[in-house]
């Protein structure tokens, strides 16, 4: 059909084209002014070159053999990349989720913050010996990121079993022991992917499906409701949705 | 026979794909999600903005306020980029551009550095000189004479003397021990000699000055090179929180001071390893704040001189020679980074003596303008914040000239700030005149006298600063290089931007509204 219509569409260019030297220069009358008329300008992609009032040129041309082709080739749009969000994003991200609670190590009396001890690490520059920041997702920054967040996660869990349930953040529709409904499961999936990743996930969508099968099955094979909410956590954590935007 | 086995195959082979393509999908395949849309929808665009604008997520509350709304709203976003959040992620870019980090800086000459040995402070560097052996003095209360003068006993040859009790500077609730001859507290030892300068170090007269203001103890005194960092950035996070003109950074002699910076300031400059003097504001204007003040901070008005970040202390001794400002200027703010080109440097070699960088072959790719860039700084001192007045330090100054031409002893400022020696003959009309003057153009002698100012606004007129900025921002919001084909939108966010008075928040916003900014791949 595509190719019906192409070749339909080139027969009338090349008819249109034909028509012109047919008379010869001299024979041709002056080609008038075309009336300005009421019809609406189609709007141009936003990146599209600004269309030029320049008189059309006349260029002989030849019909090769009719060939499919697309009517709607594709535009190469100008996008940006999806980037890594920085350490401090990360880490005011990761208290922002979690309630208040941080990748930190107790060293004797003193809670190291372990985001900004390993700053260097992940590509923060000091501009001092660096001057330009590594937002490459690299397999050292997953390794530190699935570190902090099995220690936030953990965490988490532990804070959690000591709230009230309207105030929790992992377990916020769900009961501790691990005696929920599957609506519920469902419902609690739902709240923690919109906290940790601002989506909204339709109930039978295959995207929460992946998060409960998790669920599921880490619950199953540790046999405790809290592994399988703490496995949840960490995926969420570790996914780029959560690190990237 | 081989043929129809071939056959065989490939039939085989066909009908075996015709079957797989219409096998209903393995369980696994229905779990996997849809691709993303490249366009963000409302929720992933209010996600990037908050991260973008603020450093953080969207909270659960501002997530539930877009109820039903299609898009997110310009007023949520105007709230955003007019808040302090805002004004902290724009500073934090701007330190991409500023490197503003002189924590391996050693303000103080290391004479002036403070050591225990058993709970006693003492300078070892010096202690030659006042006890005639680098020991330390004895453990034992000082005695003194009946004319103030401390006694010692001799040990091993050693003029030893006991210690005192002096509540030091930077930390007045403990007082500390220290041995008698560096606690001197004189401004004028008896031989005459300043204690409050470097010269002080020769003279056993001399000691750590009033509360050890001219000595520094282990680390304590990185909170000034801190302080000059934060005060950078408090200017920054002003201009931007008040949405002033973008170009208020080039212009402005507004400045903030705390404790660390006002102590530095009046009490150490000429015990510095840096040029501090002459000081580039009145040492008499200072706040009145102790060095403990670290984070009581006090709004300034500088000289007429100053011309906002391009003179702060930060911003001198992190790019410490006039050439090194120059480079980073040009690079973070006009966008054109000094690069040999891809090719090389050509007849790098022809020329080798000539001293004008201007003309020497090879060098003159870079330096013909890096070195008229680099005028600009001209009155203010390398290695140092200080601050050579016109009044003071006129182009050409006659003890300087006649020093230089006679071959007599020239004075500190002079061999200093003034070209008093040559190693050329190209440099010898130069002799007597202020070193930003040597091989300068008559054209370009101008820089020198009107400052970075005059460069910053210069460039903005040209209209290389603003499109540079606009560039720099498109670049950080996008995450990536701008490229061909973003030419023509940058020009027109340039022309909003300066049409709009240089507001740095309607440039970002432009920016974050734009269908580029949406589009993720």
Not at chain 2, 185 to 195: H, K, N, Q, R, Y
Request: proline share 7%; aromatic share 8%; charged share 25%.
């Amino acid at each position: 059909m595509r190719a019906i219509i192409l070749t339909s569409l080139t027969s009338l260019a090349f008819l249109a084209c034909e028509a012109g030297p047919s008379g010869g220069p001299e024979g041709r009358s002056p080609t008038p002014e075309p009336a300005a008329t009421a019809r609406p300008v189609p709007e141009l992609p936003f990146d599209h070159p600004p269309l030029t009032r320049d008189p059309p040129r006349t260029r002989p041309v030849t019909l090769g053999a009719p060939e499919a082709a697309d009517l709607h080739p594709t535009v190469e749009v100008t996008a940006r990349p999806r980037r890594r969000l920085d350490l401090d994003q990360l880490r005011a991200s990761m208290l922002q989720v979690s309630g208040g609670i941080g990748w930190t190590e107790q060293r004797g009396a003193v809670e190291v913050d372990l985001f900004r001890e390993l700053s260097a690490t992940l590509g923060k520059p000091d501009y001092l010996q660096t001057t330009t920041e590594d937002l490459e997702p690299s397999a050292l920054f997953l390794k530190f990121l699935d570190d902090a967040s099995r220690s936030v996660c953990a965490r988490m869990v532990v804070a959690d079993l000591d709230r009230d349930p309207a105030d929790r953040v992992l377990l916020r529709h769900v009961a501790a022991d691990g005696t929920d409904s599957e609506d519920a499961v469902t419902e609690n999936l739902r709240w923690l992917v919109r906290r940790f990743h601002g989506r909204q996930l339709a109930e039978d969508g295959p995207a929460l499906a992946t998060w409960a099968w998790l669920h599921t099955s880490a619950e199953f094979t540790a046999r405790d409701p809290m592994v399988g909410w703490q496995a949840v956590c960490v995926g969420l954590f570790t996914h780029p949705d959560f690190y990237s935007y | 026979m081989a043929v129809k086995h071939c056959i065989g195959i490939i039939l085989g082979l066909l009908v075996g794909s015709v079957a797989w393509a219409q096998d209903p999908p393995t369980p696994s395949e229905s779990l996997r999600c849809e691709p993303d849309q490249p366009v963000l929808d409302r929720d992933r665009y209010l996600r990037a903005l908050s991260l973008d604008l603020r450093g953080r997520l969207p909270d659960e509350a501002e997530l539930a306020a877009l109820g039903d709304a299609d898009d997110v709203p310009p007023e949520l976003l105007a709230d955003w980029l007019s808040g302090p959040d805002f004004a902290e992620r724009v500073v934090r870019r701007h330190r991409a551009l500023l490197w503003p980090n002189l924590e391996g800086l050693r303000l103080m000459q290391v004479n002036a550095g403070l050591q225990a040995q058993a709970g006693i402070q003492w300078r070892r560097n010096i202690a030659r000189v006042y006890r005639g052996a680098i020991v330390p003095c004895e453990d034992a209360p000082a005695r003194f004479g009946a004319d103030g003068s401390i006694l010692t006993r001799t040990v091993d040859g050693a003029r030893i003397e006991g210690w005192v009790e002096v509540v030091p500077y930077w930390d007045p609730a403990r007082p500390v021990r220290i041995c008698a001859f560096d606690a001197q507290a004189e401004a004028v030892s008896a031989t005459g000699t300043d204690c409050s300068a470097s010269a002080a170090f020769q003279d056993a007269g001399c000691g750590c000055g009033p509360d050890l203001r001219w000595c520094t103890l282990g680390n304590t005194h990185l909170a000034v090179n801190q302080s000059m960092a934060q005060a950078l950035e408090k200017l920054l996070t002003a201009i931007f929180q008040e949405n002033r003109p973008y170009t208020d950074l080039f212009t402005t002699r507004r400045a903030f001071l705390n404790g660390p910076l006002v102590y530095f300031y009046k009490h150490q400059s000429r015990m510095s390893r840096f040029q501090i003097e002459p000081l580039p504001f009145d040492r008499e204007r200072l706040p009145d704040l102790a060095f403990t003040d670290t984070d009581t901070w006090v709004e300034v008005t500088l000289p007429e001189a100053h011309a906002g970040i391009l003179t702060r202390d930060a911003w001198l001794l992190r790019f410490q020679t006039n050439r090194s400002r120059a480079n980073r200027f040009w690079d973070a703010f006009l966008c054109t980074p000094f690069t040999p080109p891809d090719a090389g440097l050509q007849g790098v070699d022809a020329d080798v003596t000539n001293p004008d960088l201007q003309q020497r072959s090879g060098c003159a790719y870079c330096h013909a303008l890096l070195e008229p860039g680099a005028a600009f700084w001209g009155r203010w001192s390398e290695q140092g914040v200080a601050y050579l007045s016109p009044e003071d330090f006129p182009p050409t100054r006659d003890d300087c000239q006649a020093c230089a031409q006679r071959g007599q002893q020239c004075s500190t400022e002079c061999s200093r700030f003034y070209v008093t020696q040559t190693l050329a003959r190209q440099e010898e009309p130069y002799l007597g005149m202020l070193r930003a003057y040597s091989f300068r153009r008559p054209e370009h002698t101008r820089n020198i006298e009107a400052g970075p100012r005059l460069l910053a606004l210069s460039e903005v007129a040209t209209n290389r600063l603003p499109a540079c900025v606009t560039q720099r921002t498109a670049e950080w919001l996008l995450g990536r290089a701008t490229a061909e084909d973003d030419a023509e939108w940058l020009d027109t966010l340039t022309r909003a931007f300066v049409a709009g008075g240089y507001r740095y928040r309607d440039l970002v916003a432009a920016i974050v509204t734009s269908p580029r900014y949406r589009r993720v791949r």
